[in-house]
């Protein structure tokens, strides 16, 4: 990725999808967990991913899917790439892969410089690796949930596989995580909502303008 790319995720509506567009994403996520607030059916997917130009990536988010699930998704022919956000293994990942011939993105969970050395064991089994806050034991959502971790553990890493920058991001510190990580991909999802699962036509606008800035 030449530029700085942008993805906002747990989109649901056709005014924060075109929200998203007008402020530049380069990347729309769309949310396939149940227990989600995020949460869309494939078919209220298929509807949006609809107003997508071809230009901008559509990111299915889930987590330990079903190969049913992957195959209803994969047939609708409107998504560009899959994220595993669950506890998926580095041969689970490349499985996918080339089942249902998408690229795989797989959500790291980080609290120590280990996760994310640990994290190569996917170089080759997955495309794309999104770098995300370790959620609390116990807690019942993997990711999007506003927790950041310590970003100067990805200070000069070196990395084979392209990856980005999630957990706890928004409108105020986006600029600053840019920097200290030079991160070449920015995720969002709480951080542009006005209640969980409720995204902002505003916040969007803004935390575009704030990431591009």
């Known amino acids: 990725m030449s530029r700085l790319a942008i993805k906002i995720c747990g989109l649901s509506t056709p005014e924060t999808v075109g929200a998203s567009i007008r402020g530049g994403a380069t990347h729309l996520g769309f949310n396939f967990f149940p227990k989600s607030p995020r949460y869309v059916e494939v078919d209220q997917m298929r509807a949006l991913a609809a107003l997508v130009p071809s230009q901008i990536e ?42 249902f011939n998408l690229p795989v993105w797989k959500a790291i969970s980080v609290k120590t410089r280990a996760d994310i050395d640990a994290a190569m064991a996917y170089a080759g089994a997955a495309d794309f ?17 506003g927790l950041r971790f310590d970003w100067r553990l990805l200070r000069g890493v070196s ?48 935390f575009c303008n704030a990431a591009s800035s």
């Open 58 to 99: 559509r990111v299915a988010i889930l987590v330990d899917p079903s190969d049913e699930i992957l195959t209803d998704l994969a047939a609708t022919g409107a998504l560009s790439a899959l994220q595993l956000h669950g506890k998926e293994s580095p041969e689970r990942a490349a499985a996918i892969r080339q089942r």
């Open 129 to 145: 690796l999104l770098f995300d806050a370790k959620t609390p034991d116990g807690a019942a959502l993997p990711g999007g949930m």
């Open 159 to 206: 990395l084979s596989v392209p990856w980005g920058l999630s957990g706890g991001l928004g409108i105020d510190n986006v600029a600053e995580a840019i920097r200290i990580t030079d991160a070449p991909l920015v995720d969002v999802s709480s951080g542009v909502e006005s209640a969980p699962g409720i995204k902002s036509v505003d916040k969007i606008m803004a």
